[in-house]
């Protein structure tokens, strides 16, 4: 394939390409798609699912819930829990996925009569997942049915014994599954080794979606049994605001029935029914309808702060509550929290850093340290993954020598199935996951061989990841036509989103008219065209790496093209277009 502006070694080192063409202009009758249908195609879509893609409904992606393995048996055992009003307990995880999960599940139920309760571990204290003596304890307090969500699917000695206890337990998940299940009333999980090929073409599905669909099967089951002949069914896709939150903060890939939860998730969050939500939004300062990446870089951090570096159950109970002013301190409190917690990322973060250069040659950088915060690991594993271009395991050793890992991966490589791989050869406590990201425990002895376990098994399909790396583009523009109306145009094909990439583009010649640093190592420029178009940019994190060196010294008056996402600056007094620049090339 022939390099875009035959740009075949940026200033990142990297070729331009393509992202996909619709339709070759050789071709005999060749008519030229509109942009949005170009977008969609080159993100997958076929021309037969063009209109759904367009407007992505719940009903045109939505699978019948009786595809996944047991959720009819979890739909009626819980059915049978309303129906006999049975004390139910949802045990959700921390992050923003068993939060919103466990949300949904706690809210529906509510709706239906039945006053569900909520159990949250505590990260630092228990960890991910559920324990034995969480379960068996919720048992002794009178206990009927539990139902775990986005943790379960490895729990193999925590779910012994709540059998054995005689505590009935569900499992809602989304994680990676081994060969064999842990006891359980029912697990419904798409990533099953056993799932039905419908439901594995879910697997992409975040908890919350699971949650979601359970949710749907749950109504049906009730409806078959008459229980809404004298009461209203809950509006299911008025819980659509949480869905779209997990989904995105859960950096599920947005393709299918994930595009349509966010899709319409977006409207019913701008209607502001949900009262926790609409205190988040004003927490967050946010001034308008939040967007999508408004869910993964504001609402979700607020709400991952409380199990990171807080209260455990904050998430849950914002999202649960009918009282505004319980929703608003709860809301100021995980925004202070989420202050806090970018502190204490950033002090991991530079010692992280600072170890970098001793892990040249591995397939997965695996740092590791006592005295790191576990709360904020993963986000520092997905900092360091961007930095060195490759997987990263960042790992907060304890004084007992038992360390708590976060990893996250790079598109192409299952971080998640190696770990599984890993724990079943004896190198990991627990570990478990998914292709994008997983977490670990793990003896601090066997961390080095772990790391050489994960680069024998890994260092192809990483090289191969790497090597075929490209800055992929959509659209080539000149600088005037970056503007406010074509980069509106384009989010006609959205939500974007893991999977759903937003459109990128190329646009010059131009030249350095202003280039400096702003904050830490932030690149900020402003270009000009020879049309007598300028443009704003700014490269995040980008000062010392080979891109932000060559700007900030680059020869007075040469031209290059600039490549990056296109953005809406509504910062002014009338919007304006900037690009978030992650690539540039000289243009002579």
């Known amino acids: ?8 070694r940026s200033l990142s080192g990297q070729t331009w390409q393509w992202r996909s063409t619709s339709a070759d202009a050789r071709d005999p009758g060749f008519q030229p798609d509109d942009l949005v249908t170009q977008l969609l195609l080159a993100r997958g879509a076929t021309r037969e699912t063009l209109e759904i893609n367009r407007d992505p409904t719940i009903r045109g992606f939505m699978p019948d819930p009786s595809v996944f393995q047991d959720m009819e048996v979890a739909a009626e055992r819980i059915a049978r829990a309303v129906l006999e009003r049975e004390k139910v307990t949802v045990f959700g995880d921390y992050d923003v996925d068993g939060a919103t999960s466990a949300a949904l ?44 969500v986005d943790c379960g699917a490895m729990a193999f000695d925590a779910l012994d014994m709540a059998h054995a206890a005689g505590v009935e337990v569900i499992v809602v998940d989304h994680h990676k599954c081994a060969a064999t299940l842990p006891k359980a009333s029912a697990l419904v999980n798409p ?64 393709r299918g029935l994930n595009r349509a939860f966010v899709a319409q ?22 001034k308008r309808a939040p967007i999508c990446s408004d869910l993964g870089f504001a609402l979700g951090p607020r709400i991952n702060a409380g199990g990171r570096v807080g209260k455990s159950d904050l998430g849950v109970r914002l999202l649960i509550t009918q009282d505004p002013e319980e929703a608003r301190q709860i809301a100021a409190e ?43 690991i993963g986000i520092v594993a997905g900092r360091i993954k961007e930095k060195l271009g490759r997987p990263a395991i960042i790992i907060a050793e304890d004084d007992d020598g038992i360390g708590k890992g ?87 094909a959205g939500p974007y989103g893991m999977g759903w990439p937003a459109p990128r583009i190329a646009a010059g010649p131009v030249r350095i008219i202003k280039c400096d640093i702003v904050g830490k190592d932030h690149v900020r420029m402003v270009v000009a065209g020879d049309d007598g178009g300028s443009i704003k940019t700014i490269a ?49």
């Open 406 to 492: 976060s990893g996250r991966s790079i598109s192409g490589v299952d971080l998640g199935a190696a770990i599984i791989a890993a724990k079943d050869h004896g190198l990991l406590i627990a570990g478990g996951g998914h292709a994008m990201a997983a977490g670990i425990t793990v003896d601090a002895s066997k961390i080095e061989a772990l790391s050489e376990f994960l680069n024998d098994r890994l260092a192809d399909v990483v090289g191969s990841a790497q090597a075929g790396k490209a800055l992929l583009l959509d659209a080539v523009l000149s600088p005037k036509g970056v503007n406010p109306v074509f980069v509106e145009a384009m989010e006609g």
């Open 540 to 588: 995040f994190r980008a000062a010392e790496s080979d891109l932000g060196q060559a700007l900030l010294h680059a020869p007075k008056g040469r031209k290059l093209w600039i490549a990056g996402r296109a953005k809406i600056d509504d910062w002014g007094s009338r919007p304006a277009a900037e690009i978030h620049l992650e690539d540039a090339a000289w243009a002579d």
């Open 265 to 286: 998730g977006l409207k019913v969050l701008a209607g502001r029914r949900n009262i926790g939500l609409s205190a988040l939004i004003d927490a967050s300062r946010l």
């Open 1 to 8: 394939m022939n390099a875009v502006l035959n740009v075949t």
């Open 105 to 148: 599940l706690i809210r529906l139920l509510r709706d239906l009569g039945l006053d569900a309760g909520y159990y949250i571990p505590d990260r630092l204290m228990e960890g991910y997942g559920p324990s034995g003596e969480a379960l068996v304890t919720l048992g002794r307090q009178g206990c009927d049915l539990v139902v775990t």
């Open 191 to 254: 990533n099953r080794l056993d799932e039905s090929d419908e439901g594995a073409q879910h697997g992409h599905l975040a908890a919350v979606g699971m949650a979601f669909l359970l949710g749907a099967a749950l109504v049906r089951n009730l409806r078959s049994k008459g229980y809404f002949k004298d009461r209203p069914e809950p509006k299911l896709l008025e819980l659509l605001d949480i869905v779209a939150l997990g989904t995105v903060a859960d950096v599920a890939q947005l």
């Open 334 to 376: 995980l925004d202070h929290l989420n202050q806090e917690r970018q502190a204490i990322e950033a002090y991991v973060l530079e010692q992280a850093e600072a170890m970098c250069s001793g892990q040249q040659n591995q397939a997965v950088a695996i740092l590791s340290a006592k005295g790191w915060h576990p709360g904020v």
